[in-house]
């Protein structure tokens, strides 16, 4: 074993019988996620292990766990990474030992139980697990996993879902076992095989760490998908230790969080906050700097009633059905929807700052702003988003301090990232737009933006986007563009790009411009094909010239004047 005293943070390879064979007991921290393997996981690692065993692989790995010490019971390590895999291969090796029992081998199923489980009182028959998991998921794990109880359909159907999860995982592991078994001549041989292969060959890197910061460390290097969530567990397990007499309503509080904005938003959430009101910092430092900063139990208790009442603005964000924008200006839902297509979360900061204290309208004309300078600097200049965070981040502190949320004021903080007109223009004439909704809500915003009055204007139920040059040209279209140039940088351009009516639309296909024209462009309504259907033949010339007239009415569209 490391020696955590003299080593912040060690590591070595184990096997899964190794540690679970160390006197020792292993607990999943209180308030830890809970169990969340699907049908889709259980399959994966069974099927992996079993190939690994039938090839006689040397060795199955499966990445790394982490574990800290317990503050009050040196006897325990608490899994701060890797849960959901011990979790999972006790309940193989469980379903092993049921296995044994079913063929009323007690001391086969004795002796695994002893080594992998854990151990019976002989004199209260209490069992002394190896394992505990969190205090949603534990009560069902020693029940029916430890103990093989068989809880009532009417019990299952009163599980939270991370135990029926746990509850169908655990049978699943029986019923694949059943199944392999009846392949094998020699049942018995096969299970203590399985059994081997299992506590002797399954591999682990066991990284033992000091505090819970430490752990975070090294969540960067571990599996990205982890380092999402490791950030907000880590700021809740330091926040609850806080807590005190408190500990009910600061669960209850995060409860409340997580059900607003979803557990996978939660270090989002805490960063943009964190942003909007303290200072910018990278994802890996939220949790140190937090620490810093809330010490004592006041403040803690202070910190969850202030992200409880922000979640409520976030959850807003990430919703343009939210209940928050019944009484905002409606188009503040279009700009929050553009928003969400442009795979934009920088401006959270902002928002939030000018959600609290701002006025209804002062919100919407604000989204607008961001919504402007993010198609701009984003979408079709192709600038790196991370500066626009910084930008966003400073902004929002400096609104809070000055108190101003009127869109001119807020336009002054951030007009560093606003793309001018002969740039922006420039840049569109040369974008691509690839991806297919992306296109129809620039297409629909510049058809609108050219429509004449009592135009009924392009609407989105009843357009289909169209490829004037399409993707897959047949020979009628082997001299549109130059020799030796990409066909997608044409193909995918604004000016080949048009909508139109799903009626009109029908068939069209990969005809000729001709056939296109007559039936498609010319018929159509939208003012977006006026000039298209004026065209004789449709080239790269054409598709360039038409580029650039959309960006001239692309500068108006997405313009901020303040």
Known sequence: MTVISKRRIGSNAQSIGEILRRPVAYAVPVNQRDFAWTQEEVDLLWQDLINALEEDRGE????????????DDGQILEIVDGQQRLATLSMMLAAIHQSWKGRNDDEQAAELFRDYLGSKDRKTREISPKLRLNETNDPVFQSVVLRGETPTEAERKAWPKSNRLLYEAFERFRKQLDDWLKKNPDAEEALIELEKYIAGNANVIVIEVGDEYDAFVIFETLNDRGLELAVADLVKNYLFSLAGERLEAFKKAWGEITLLIGSENLTPFLRHLWLSEYQFVRERDVYRDLRQKVKTKTVARQFVERLRKAADLYAALLNPEAPYWTDVPDDARDHLKALRLFRAAQFRPLALAVMEGGTEEQVAQVLRAVSVLTFRYTIVSGYNANQLERIYSDAAM???????????????????AYIENDRFAENFVQATFGKAELARYVLVKLNDAMEKDGAVGAKEEAISLEHIMPKNPGVEWANAIPVGDDPDEWVEAIGNLTLLEKPVNRGLGNKDFKTKKAKGYSPSKLALNGAVAAKTQWTWK?????????????????????
């Open 398 to 416: 400096a609104v809070r301090k000055s108190g101003k949320r009127n869109v001119k004021a807020v336009f002054e903080l951030v007009k560093t």
């Open 542 to 562: 054409e598709i360039e010239e038409r580029s650039k007239a959309l960006a001239k009415v692309a500068k108006s569209v997405w313009e901020l004047s303040y």
């Open 60 to 71: 199955y790995f499966l990445g790394a766990i982490v574990l800290a010490p317990n503050k």
